[in-house]
């Protein structure tokens, strides 16, 4: 390959933009005197060029090239005779502090450049990590913790994914126990970084510990940095709204004791922790907080729903079914309540066709069914409204699968709104593995049937989302069934005890 130098191109002034007209390609014989960290070779070859003006196709420096190959003579030589290198980044908004992260080591002159330019340490590239971060990332250690103990305040400062060194040391497993090293640092957590932006809107290292539901980490956290635990997250709330999404019993019980003022806190949805423990059918972690909150119906949610409202409208029937179960001093404030639209859970059930928690609910004889909401409705009315507008849909929608068994049965090819839903291998049979897919039929009652097809090559199942939408609309229609048939007992045991009378 020849080499081109600076000299060897003709510039046009007027032609090139200012920022591109003086800089020239590092040419291969100078790249290998830096990669080989030769000075002698480097320093008589290096003469023949505008040192500062010769960049690779990324804009790296030739202060880069020697950082990135751990070249620490050519370093040295480089920053004491063109310091203007120091400082520059390349096309991706890289400093030297940031390969050096990433791909060298933290040498002597690396650390004597840090201490020296202390805003490198703070320079953000384009994904908006400063060097602490992708030396986090890389499990760098040494140069981490060199980092954090000039600047430790830059362990919370938030990339462009809201991600801190901090947050990357927890999700990657505390990989060389790089976060023991980070949360060693008696700095406190900063409110506001220097452009004014609030740190908290980022993600939470708690928040990354309970998604790896990482007890010990938490305990590490909190020990170290207390003050972490109560820091919340705009999309998931506070650590004890996301550990009792995720159904994360240790966590919760963890956060019960180090954080309960969380447990009375609502997210930006208006509910308290205790709401999304109710609504992922998490029964062992509704259990703590009704350890510590003997009086649940003080937990009303931003619509006046409580806990078993939140429960029944989510179909959790295990949680109602649960709730139902405890103290009559509890249960009884619950049951029959009614949310801002005068809905009680029942209506709720109903109204979402959550069969399940319909035909728990109704089978309670302390649940009263003939309550009416703000439209006059009883739960019974809203189940046979719902009902009706899912017949009707489907009617409407099975007259589209015709045409959709139609299209596939002459082209052979899959609808474009198809979605896939796993099945296990060892479910598809040894003989039917080598073709494609196979037609199968689920039955949606007398009005017809509609296709899935197995698709055994890939061991999924496809079902057409028209199909997914059918059998969402069948627990509305068993709701109905099911309060019809419920109430007819109901009115029945009535009328016999007016006969004893």
């Known amino acids: 390959m020849s080499s081109v130098g600076y000299e060897a191109i003709n510039i046009d002034e007027n032609s090139i933009p200012r920022d591109h007209m003086a800089n020239a390609m590092i040419d291969s014989q100078l790249h290998e005197c830096v990669r080989q960290d030769n000075t002698a070779a480097f320093k008589s070859r290096v003469e023949q060029h505008l040192t500062e003006k010769l960049v690779t196709p990324c804009g790296n420096t030739l202060l880069h090239v020697a950082v990135s190959y751990g070249s620490d003579n050519i370093t040295s030589y480089l920053a004491q005779t063109f310091p203007s290198l120091i400082t520059i980044q390349n096309s991706q908004k890289d400093t030297i502090l940031h390969l050096a992260a990433r791909e060298g080591k933290a040498s002597h002159t690396i650390k004597s450049l840090a201490e020296s330019n202390p805003s490198l340490m703070r320079k953000t590239n384009t994904k908006g990590n400063t060097p602490l971060h992708d030396a986090v990332i890389k499990g760098n250690k040494e140069l981490a913790i060199f980092l954090v103990s000039k600047d430790p305040e830059v362990a919370y400062y938030n990339n462009k994914n809201g991600r801190s060194p901090l947050y990357l040391a927890v999700e990657n497993g505390n990989k060389k126990e790089i976060l023991d090293d980070l949360l060693k640092t008696e700095v406190s957590f900063p409110i506001e970084s220097e452009d004014g932006d609030a740190l908290p809107k980022g993600k939470s290292p708690v928040h990354a510990a309970i998604e790896q539901r990482k007890r010990d980490i938490l305990e590490k956290l909190e020990k170290a940095k207390p003050e972490l635990l109560c820091l919340p997250e705009e999309e998931l709330g506070n650590s004890l709204h996301h550990a009792s999404s995720a159904g994360f019993l240790e966590g919760v019980q963890f956060l019960l004791q180090k954080f309960l003022n969380g447990a009375y806190e609502r997210n930006r949805e208006g509910n308290y922790p205790i709401h999304l423990a109710c609504k992922n059918d998490s029964v062992d972690v509704v259990k703590e907080f009704l350890k510590i909150t003997p009086y649940p119906k003080e937990f009303l949610n931003e619509k006046g729903q409580n806990i078993l409202h939140v429960a029944a409208e ?188």
């Open 314 to 501: 989510n179909g959790q029937g295990n949680v109602v079914r649960y709730i139902l179960e405890n103290d009559q001093k509890i249960v009884e404030p619950l049951l029959n309540e009614m949310d801002e639209d005068g809905n009680t859970p029942l209506h709720l059930a109903a109204r979402h066709g959550q069969s399940t928690a319909a035909f728990v609910l109704v089978r309670d004889k302390r649940v009263e069914n003939l309550i009416v909401n703000n439209e006059n409705f009883t739960p019974y009315d809203v189940a046979k409204q719902q009902s009706k507008m899912a017949v009707d849909q489907y009617n409407k929608t099975d007259e589209m699968l015709a045409k959709e068994r139609e299209q596939f049965d002459s082209k052979n090819s899959i609808p474009a709104d198809e979605i896939q839903i796993e099945v296990n291998s060892e479910d598809v049979k040894d003989g039917k593995k080598n073709s494609t897919t196979e037609k199968a039929t689920a039955s949606t009652g007398s009005q017809g049937k509609v296709q899935a097809y197995i698709d055994y090559t890939k061991s999924r199942l496809i079902i057409s989302s028209k199909l997914k939408e059918l059998l969402s609309k069948h627990g509305l229609i068993i709701s109905f069934s099911g309060l019809y048939c419920w109430l007819a007992i109901a009115q029945k045991e009535r009328r016999e005890e007016r006969k004893k009378r």
